[in-house]
């Protein structure tokens, strides 16, 4: 295997976290690693150098990007009733944050988690968004003050009700 | 302990928990934290988020690699068929295709590319199975039918002239697509098989070809020009690619 497939290669299960993060449903998310892959080797050739990993997570972030906007214009496919597997009572805790994500706007979850789950610099997020490194911190500062009041507000609200 | 001369801003507060704070200006931060519980408190929550998200997500990063992720599989799937002025890669889908999301069911949403190409399937498996009404305007009234089409679909709707394969214009149809109208063309051959041309905006203006497939059928897509080609058939691959590189040459010099 070539060195660029390797390297290709050893960010798979990085992508897969990253992509299961963005995108929430495990299919879709795998379909957008899936993509990425196939991108980026059909690619080989013109790849000059430079960092392959911020490369890839360019990639997969507009790829979801895209896939966000034609779904803009579908009708929204919604589970009657809460059954995933996921959302069962062991990992209440991660239930929350992941429903926390999905109340974010793409932007600032793409930055969220760039840069907390991934480690990725400003700089490396703000050149895979395509942005300013000051726009890069404004949407990370405003996806943790809100992830933060989901968090905040949740937690008490369901012991009230209950 | 000093206090700090410049007062710490929101920013050096995030630049301190992600490691990108000057080291020079590290002791400030802790400093002024040990001073305003309100910001340490915050700076705190923030671990707490980073620490959630790494309980709920590294799980996944562990995971045994699917087999269609495989480096090896995807390399080997076909590349040939580099192709007129675009270069057409054909990628086949491996587990996921077309019949694995139907089967998936509707709580999950497919990626745009496949959302196309379903909703060209479907129109294909419903129509070519109708035996009285498969079309709208017969394929008699081929020069009505292309001016109606086009007219309303708004890019250039022409039906590609496909007696070299042995396929006679059935008629058209319109139909509503992804984003807007969509046309759909049925040919068929002496012998009864049917083949479906579906256009419509494309999502993007790429251009690279693609091969889905179902369980009794398939279909070709591409893009060209932001409007989107389906053609659709049986399964036999070599004849649908012989159909496809026809309605492809046609649009291609349509110019459309």
């Known amino acids: 295997m070539t060195a660029f497939r390797e390297s290709v290669e050893a960010m798979i299960p990085a992508l897969r976290r990253y992509a299961r993060a963005l995108a929430r449903d495990a299919e879709i998310a795998d379909d957008l690693v899936q993509d990425t892959l196939v991108r980026a080797l059909r690619s080989e050739r013109l790849f000059i150098g430079g960092d392959i990993k911020s490369w890839l997570y360019t990639i997969l972030t507009n790829l979801n990007k895209n896939r966000r906007r034609s779904l803009a214009r579908r009708p929204q496919h919604l589970p009657l009733l809460e059954n995933n597997p996921d959302a069962s009572g062991t990992e209440a805790e991660g239930r929350d944050i992941a429903r926390a994500l999905a109340t974010l706007v793409e932007e600032q979850r793409s930055v969220l988690l760039l840069v907390m789950l991934e480690g990725l610099s400003y700089r490396e997020v703000a050149d895979i968004q395509g942005v300013p490194i000051g726009t890069v911190m404004s949407r990370l500062a405003r996806a943790r003050a809100h992830v933060k009041a989901y968090l905040d507000g949740e937690r008490p609200s369901l012991r009230r009700v209950k | 302990m000093t206090e700090p001369q410049i007062p710490v801003t929101e920013d050096e507060l995030h630049a301190y928990v992600d490691g990108e704070l000057p080291a020079e200006r590290r002791e400030e931060v802790e400093a002024w934290l040990a001073a305003h519980p309100d910001d340490a408190a915050r700076v705190q929550s923030w671990r707490r988020m980073a620490a959630d998200l790494h309980a709920r997500y590294d799980a996944v990063a562990d995971e045994p690699i699917p087999a269609r992720l495989e480096i090896e599989r995807l390399v080997q799937t076909p590349r040939r068929w580099v192709y007129g002025a675009i270069a057409a890669t054909l990628v086949a ?159 291609e010099k349509d110019g459309s």
């Open chain 2, 93 to 251: 889908f491996i587990g996921g295709g077309v019949a694995g999301w139907t089967a998936h069911g509707a709580a999950s949403v497919p990626s745009a590319f496949q959302n196309f190409t379903a909703d060209a399937l479907e129109a294909h498996r419903l129509y070519t199975v109708e035996v009285r009404h498969p079309v709208e305007v017969p394929g008699s009234e081929r020069v009505h039918l292309q001016q109606w089409l086009t007219k309303r679909c708004g890019w250039q709707v022409r039906a590609p002239e496909l007696e070299t394969t042995g396929l006679k214009l059935v008629g058209g149809r319109l139909l509503p697509g992804p984003a807007g109208p969509a046309s759909f063309l049925m040919y068929e051959s002496a012998s009864g098989e049917r083949f479906t041309v579906y256009t419509a905006r494309a999502p993007t203006e790429a251009t690279q070809m693609r091969y889905a497939t179902g369980n009794q059928d398939a279909a070709l897509f591409w893009a060209d020009h932001g409007v989107g080609y389906v053609v659709s058939g049986g399964s036999d691959r070599d004849r649908l690619m012989q159909v496809a590189r026809l309605v492809y040459d046609q649009s």
